[in-house]
């Protein structure tokens, strides 16, 4: 080999040698610091684009678990409300038997019982207003193929309601938005559900015409005894619009909480599918946080061994720099 000055080749090896174990020595310190093992795209392109969109998914299966939760508190508000309204259509029933069953009440006494029936019955329609974060708990009218309310009163039906003839709020459950699962969460059909004919017919069961629950408080209610085969509804707005004891049969009242029992049937129902639903997000997010783990998160161990090992290469590299300069003293020896 040969000596020169100008040139010295070993020097600059050492010099490429100690920038790259520099180089490698300040990225396994990013890695450590960092807690990533992706600190930059140039080390993984491919890599570092899979874990944006795993990353993206899990931040929409929160959202997705906040929807489900939200719908869930809906739902459990909506039950309470229904087993108020349950616990007061049979007060109600309670009500009829104690005022017309019993011989030995004077007609003061039944005055009574008929004044605690006409304030349930605006208890009823009170509830039957309640809002869920300024959203209505029951509905008045059916939705149409997009979720929005449509002009179509509600006709409650029991197992017979179809979705033409109820309201439901759609949840998205997945990470997919409206590609993905979705769960139909009903707005019970309340005041619908109260309204009976005397032979007990359900408001869906056939064509209404005019004589829907909208329209059953403008019936004259002075002239139809219990025998007539006519619509009545047990929420009233106005004290003066209620129905007397007298007017209605035991049945009726029957009816109604069979109803009631049939709306909060319903609302388990989408409770249960949404609380398995609940589940399986968190399943998921679980799972997805496991693998986005697995592509970008450093290894410690071995991390820490490579900061071991790339300092001792450079400090190598800097002792044989510092050797490779000195070769040019033994060319000026020479020139002495």
């Known amino acids: 080999m040969s000596l020169n000055i100008s040139t010295n080749t070993a ?12 180089t490698r020595l300040q990225r396994s310190f990013d890695r450590l610091a960092s807690g990533k093992k ?31 939760q939200n719908a869930l508190s809906f739902l459990e508000v909506q039950d309470g409300m229904l087993d108020t309204v349950g616990r007061i259509v049979d007060r109600m029933s309670e009500l009829k038997g104690l005022a017309s069953q019993d011989p030995m009440k004077s007609a003061q006494d039944r005055a009574s019982y008929d004044n605690e029936f006409k304030d349930l019955q605006v208890q009823l329609y009170d509830i039957s207003q309640q809002k869920f974060n300024g959203v209505s708990m029951f509905a008045n009218h059916t939705t149409d193929d997009n979720d929005k309310v449509s002009a179509t009163e509600i006709l409650f039906n029991a197992q017979n309601t179809t979705r033409l003839n109820d309201n439901t709020m759609t949840i998205y459950t997945s990470a997919d938005g409206a590609a993905g699962s979705q769960v139909s969460v009903y707005k019970s059909a309340l005041l619908s559900a109260l309204t009976v004919k005397q032979d007990r017919s359900l408001a869906g069961a056939g064509a209404l015409g005019t004589s829907d629950w909208n329209t059953v408080t403008a019936l004259d209610k002075s002239n139809f005894e219990p025998d007539d085969n006519v619509w009545v509804t047990f929420a009233n707005a106005r004290i ?68 071991a090992k790339y300092s001792v290469l450079s400090q190598a590299s800097a002792s044989i ?16």
Do not use: W
């Not at 720099?321 to 002495?336: K, S, Y």
């Open 240 to 307: 003066g619009d209620t129905l007397g004891l007298d007017m209605i049969s035991v049945g009726v009242i029957t009816q109604a909480l069979e109803n009631i029992a049939y709306l909060r049937a319903q609302n388990g129902g989408s409770a249960s599918r949404l609380a398995f639903n609940a589940e399986s997000l968190v399943q998921q997010k679980t799972n997805m946080r496991a693998a986005l783990g697995r592509m970008v998160d450093v290894d410690f161990a071995e991390e820490s061994t490579n900061v």
């Open 321 to 336: 720099l510092a050797q490779a300069n000195a070769n040019t003293d033994i060319a000026l020896m020479l020139l002495r």
């Open 38 to 68: 992706l600190s930059s795209p140039i080390e993984n392109p491919g890599g570092l684009a899979v874990s944006m969109k795993l990353s993206a998914a899990i931040n929409r299966l929160s959202g997705a678990q906040n929807n489900v």
């Open 11 to 22: 020097a600059l090896r050492a010099g490429s040698q100690l920038a790259m174990n520099q």
